[in-house]
């Protein structure tokens, strides 16, 4: 499939039942080329809403985090591990992530990211590691299928507890500088 068969497709999901309550499917937006990856956990209802990921009030903390290593939001990618709104935003199930993560692993297939960012905890079991501990192993990297990976604090977090913020500071300066070390067409 490319991105417009994909895309088209995704619009239509009905494999779980996150489906009947969404208002709109959230795909994902950035660069189609894009060399970095961010993965948050489920759209929020904004997102919901606009049908566009990280555009409430965490989607303002992302873009000043990003602003802060001259990240330019049109130039990398964003998406989450669910493309509809849990209710209530609950994190969104075992299986409802299972069913959504084609959708997922098929944008990674056409990205092919040079480098993978998890936006919190959900992201990070997923991506990383069953028990992974946000609170320990934010910022570090670490190669899962071929793929430079790493988590940060989750927006939404940084928002309800600003004492996770200088950590986070230390890890953005970290992505910088593999953003600089890996990749050709990003800063
Ligand atoms: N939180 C997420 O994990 N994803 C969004 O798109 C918005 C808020």
Redesign the pocket.
């Known amino acids: 499939m490319d991105w417009a068969e994909l895309h088209r497709a995704c619009l239509d999901c009905a494999r779980c039942g996150l489906c009947r309550t969404r208002r709109n499917v959230?795909f994902g937006t950035g660069a189609r080329d894009a060399e970095v990856l961010f993965v948050?956990?489920?759209?929020?209802e904004q997102?919901d809403l606009k049908g566009e990921?990280?555009v409430?009030p965490?989607?303002h903390l992302l873009d000043d985090m990003l602003e802060l290593i001259d990240l330019d939001r049109n130039k990398v990618y964003i998406a989450?591990m669910v493309k509809c709104r849990p209710p209530r935003n609950r994190d969104p199930l075992r299986e409802e992530q299972d069913a959504c993560s084609v959708w997922l692993r098929q944008q990674i297939a056409l990205l092919r990211p040079k480098l993978i960012v998890c936006?919190?905890r959900v992201a990070a079991m997923r991506f990383i590691r069953e028990d992974f501990r946000i609170s320990r192993e934010h910022g570090q990297w670490t190669i899962r299928d071929g793929v430079l990976t790493m988590a940060l604090y989750?927006p939404?977090a940084l928002l309800r507890d600003p004492r996770l913020r200088p950590d986070t500071f230390v890890d953005l300066k970290a992505l910088q500088q593999a953003v600089r070390d890996y990749c050709t067409h990003t800063l």
């Not at 948050?40 to 929020?44: A, L, S, V, Y």
Request: proline residues 12%.
């Open positions: 959230v948050g956990e489920g759209p929020g997102e990921p990280f409430g965490a989607g989450n936006l919190g989750h939404a």
